[in-house]
């Protein structure tokens, strides 16, 4: 159980670190590969490497030159999917100014980071 502090909030449990034995570098992109099939981004999957026990520094090669192509940049996944949310809206309320304007600033964010990522404008 937590010990409680005087606003009566829980603080977390204290984390034991188990010594783990180190794995080697192909099973680590093995297991990179399989985080990253799983929709996880590089800096979740980071972490729940480093919470696993595995800390990536150990071992040669970023997470994301690990993932290769099938790595989407975080940036433009959310503006992505903020993207899509506020053209839904647009459609089924057209007289929405202010999300028509949203939605062309969004897009124009996105092309910006496609742009800037070198990757072909769609």
Known sequence: MAKKSNSGIEKPKEKAEKPKEKISQPEYEKKVKELGKSGLTSEKIGQKLKDEGIHPKE??????EILGETH???DLK???KKLE???NHYKKNPQDKRAKREKDRVFSQARRIK????????
């Open 85 to 87: 949310r506020i053209e």
């Open 72 to 74: 989407t940049n975080p």
């Open 78 to 80: 959310n503006v992505e």
């Open 59 to 64: 071992y040669s090669g970023k997470i994301s």
């Open 115 to 122: 742009k800037y990522l070198g990757m072909d404008l769609k």
